[in-house]
């Protein structure tokens, strides 16, 4: 039998639907010893927070996160609320006793992510962020190929996480769905929104990052600001680029931007090791290609492999091979994850302390920017 | 509020998984005036229904259909039995005044289908077949931007349902999994497996077709069978093509096989008019492809289109552009649809009737590559 | 040193373009013991041909086909001329002891091929069929490949050849470079023109065709005529499809079409075999699919061989990987193996037999789709 | 009639073979005052030089370029020989009144680049760069829709040179085809090499470059050099990527190696503007990738665009649509272009002024690599 799980969500936007998918389907596919209860959903606008909850059939709401955080019948928070939220909650659920989810990225800065690691290793609670991509079925088979040594010593690292949304000059920055546009509620902009998951699934498959060398831009200065209904300067970044040295000694090449057009969420990577390479883009998340040069010549090519057979990572839960499943299922298969690690007594990566160093390349992407020069993690 | 649907299954296997989901997470995306709820579901193996049963939290079992189809807390009956149950429990169930939603194909033949037909529409109940395939989002902008005349005149229909999964001669035939290879159960191999998708996509998509000329193979003539444990003939068609004129005067060739190496679940269609043309495929069903030839020249090329944006069908009630769906969500728009349809009193397409014309497509073909000529519809 | 080879060629369009070109080229890139010669050109209209002969270099021109065959110093004779004379004016060239090199197809039907075949080979002159394809380097190593034994016992092969040229009624038929719209001229439409190309490729990979059935369509049945300057009925086919058997047991399915909006001259192929499979197109020409079923299933997909390696079929020749050809090194290719088999006193395939088992495909690929019935080659 | 324009050519290595056959070739293509003759190829081994003009039917040999200078027989000096002999000999060769047509990179710096662009613009004499991919039709068309103002105002400028030869630690360094890996001969590795031609594009395609901020690695620090035969220091860069800023206010991501395995000659470059987008690659040189955003939502999409159409960049003069041609026709084209400018009396692009911009951002790119700062061009 499934124990329950009690999840209090804070927070009802674009990830508030995405984990609470997650929670409801997980136990329909994977075989668990916990079975996740919406118990209650948190926000500041009381009809908003209960439209959600009926939507998702939470069974109870809260307005203010810290009611959450004292009910005895929450196990675990779930932080989808704006970047600048989640260290004073994450502490304060961590010192409640509380797991704790917290959404990409951890912190605004490195300073509140080590106040964060702390409070949850010194609560001993339960902790986890969710990237959720290194959860795409075909990025967890790159990292099973690299830890086989696949490719041998690695050379090159690039990423990139085009999208093509802000480039109207009339679009306004801040407040609800937009609260990723100000800086003040986001920290940085594509920085820490998309170039974060691009680290994180770099740090994970290839190792630490050593130094940088980067370059942002914001391309509209001055946007109307939703909360004041004035134009206010952009304190965001647009786009943000990097080289840097892993290391293993290889090379990477980060780049993201919200201004290419023709790209909606074309989160790439390309690994070049000795005897091959790996290629992956989100745009064709169920496929991975694959290119190993000790074939012969003649049939030498990349692979285009299809990720669908059940002895691909998670792929024996859903359906048969041919048949591809999307994005949502990389947030089903990290509670899946967490709860079997929960289970088992085991930290689940990535967790917060992981997390953190992710967020230490982040500042020094921005550092390095800022200063025109190299810069240190 | 929402009203509950209560629905009782029969069968749980592959498609009992496909459908069970459909009904379980269509509330969470679509707003409708129903709400399916797992009632019943049954199968003569009275453990494994169970554990089905527990799996998907349906609240009881039946392990006689006739019992299920006799219960009052049950509203809609749901075939996912092979093929040689569906005329005679669609009968019943109509003849006890349920809604009928009948896994594909109709029938095992085209008088099985006129009677299956005739139940419904005399007791007047809703009925729908699960061609699923309709409901792929680029499937159904496919079929909006054709009724939309941006094709013209139509010349060319040509479709493929391409798989490798029975080259294996020791590959047995028949009982649970491999109910499909059995000619008793199935009524034919890939004809009326995976030719019936493509057909009832083409007739929606294109209109009835008028004759055709066709080729079966068995390519594995002998197999032991599951239930006899003896070896038998093999009466499937391993492979199937043919030729055809659609009403409109345009040309179709359709091939299906389970001998293509390289193929999991290769569908894909393309169709080509005065105007333009469009192509789709089933291992990237997210995206589809579009030519329109009044473009200019320089700049004229097949349109890749990332069908991911709010404004495509469907795609308002999930994710955001870029991030894709997959296989199962199919279901869950058939089933919102099938309940909107209830809701406002119009029959739910496809029709148990218009299933029933793809029924005479299939039967056509097959007799035509008995007699080796061609054979009108 | 290399020995010169005289070539006198008839017809000066498409083809007499790219075949001058190959005559020319070949020295280049290939070590040779013979070394073609422009001798001369030879059509109707003198302008147009002192025109082409100036442009390519050719040394002389002749108006009359009758006075180039006549000429002691043409060693080969080179049939660029529409179908209808290439039987009158290659039995004249074998009986004057000419090499002849006839462009595709052979002839307007069997008989005339029959003919054709006695002549040469009672003459003894060397002869070759411009079946360029298979000397497209993907091509030659799909053969290759196949001849290896790398796809085991074959299933299926198919076989596209998609234009869309003359979707507009208002394109004449007759004439100078619309002759292949003429019946007369060109013997048949999409059959003999495109057709050909797909069984000739098909024949060299997978042996005979054993019996087919077809259907062509006429969509535009009425256009006037260049030469006529009237409305005359169209007697060519614009589009044909045939299902066959080969003598191998394995399935084949082929189309031809001019019009299908978004492709020019999309001629592909794919054939599937117990362990693998092979697919090529001439639109990406460099490029060779390969799958081979007995990789490890995590990292087993279609190989996309770009080739142009120097180990791979003809690529020594020219640059450095990675660089690719195009479509008029086919001929090049063709001119060179032809010379070196001259040299080595042996055949050059195709020769006419073996293309004259092509021709009759065709014909009873025709006959079927007339008659409505399977036809037997 | 045409005019015969001598040309006298110095090396004969693989760009030896490209510039010749383009001579050899051009007059069949294109009309044009002048026809290119190869009167004379020079190198330093007499066997290896004659052997090479016997192959390309060059009339003469020299073994000593201040002979073929000399002669006034030579209208053209085109330079094939390493990096490091380009100044001297353009610089002689234009005091002695020829043209000269140079193999890119111009020169070994900046300022053998300056000395070389004072003495031709003294001498008066026409001259130009092999910066070949320019004359790509796809790259052209590029041009032309950018030129158009179809992107609008530029973003993102991305361009890398991916391959993979040289991961072998046992590939020896220098002499004969080996000379790029010799930093004496070649001047530097990849950024001479490969990024010159990314860069090169992207000046003509986006502007100047103002500043960089780059990285370069040497994997394999010691290689066996062919000449001396020992174990020696490799002075090349192995790797290099840098970040840009254009002075249209655009960002530039460049990156080239040669070891990513799966790669033997990936040019590509992707230009995102604030209408649409832009994307090529020369494994598929043919085609060009363009996004409109502009077009209707539910079909926009990339364009794929098969470059073959006689309205398409040169296409006019090959073959016919869906055909496409290859790498060597790049440099058919430049000798076009060059020809056509000189009987106009223009100066042909990209002429050693205007190749010296790239070189200036190449040494920049070396010096912020070497200095670990952002460099200004």
Request: aromatic share 10%; hydrophobic share 40%.
């Amino acid at each position: 039998m499934t124990k329950p799980l009690n999840i209090g969500m804070i927070g009802y936007g674009f990830m508030g639907r995405t984990h609470s998918n997650a929670y409801k389907r997980v136990n329909d596919f994977f075989d668990l010893a916990y079975r996740p209860i919406l118990k209650a959903v948190c926000g500041r606008d009381e009809q908003k927070v209960r439209d959600f909850a009926d939507n998702w059939q939470y069974e109870s709401v809260e307005t203010e996160w810290q009611q959450l955080i004292a009910r005895d019948d929450i196990d675990a928070i779930d932080i989808c609320s704006p970047n600048n939220t989640h260290a004073e909650i994450a502490i304060a659920a961590a010192e409640a006793g509380k797991m704790v989810l917290c959404e990409k990225p951890l912190s605004m800065n490195v300073e509140e992510g080590v106040r964060m690691v702390e409070a949850v290793e010194k609560a001993g609670v339960a902790n986890t962020v969710w990237y959720n991509y290194r959860r795409v079925p075909a990025v967890t088979l790159a990292k099973q190929l690299i830890d086989e040594g696949r490719l041998g010593r690695i050379f090159h690292y690039r990423a990139q996480f085009l999208q093509d949304w802000t480039i109207d000059a009339n679009l306004p920055q801040g407040g609800a769905a937009l609260w990723r546009l100000d800086v003040n509620a986001a920290g940085s902009g594509v920085t820490g929104d998309l170039l974060a998951h691009c680290i994180d699934t770099a740090i994970w498959l290839n190792g630490r990052i050593r130094d940088v060398t980067a370059m942002t831009e914001t391309f509209v200065t001055e946007r109307m600001h939703n909360l004041t209904g004035k134009v206010e300067k952009v304190g965001i970044d647009d786009a943000c680029a990097f080289l840097c040295h892993f290391e293993n000694g290889s090379l990477g090449l980060f780049e993201s931007t919200r201004y290419a057009r023709g790209h909606k969420a074309l989160y790439t990577f390309e690994i070049n090791g000795e005897h091959g390479s790996i290629r992956w883009d989100l745009h064709d998340l169920h496929r991975l290609e694959y290119f190993d040069h000790r074939e012969e010549s003649i049939i030498r090519g990349w692979h285009d492999v299809h990720v669908t057979d059940g002895d691909m990572p998670y792929m024996d839960k859903w359906w048969v091979p041919g048949l591809q499943i999307g994005y949502e299922h990389t947030f089903v298969h990290q509670v899946a994850d967490f709860l079997e690690d929960l289970a088992n007594g085991q930290p689940s990566s990535p967790t917060f302390r992981e997390a953190l160093e992710t967020q230490r390349v982040c500042e020094s992407v921005l550092q390095s920017a800022a200063k025109r020069s190299w810069s240190t993690v």
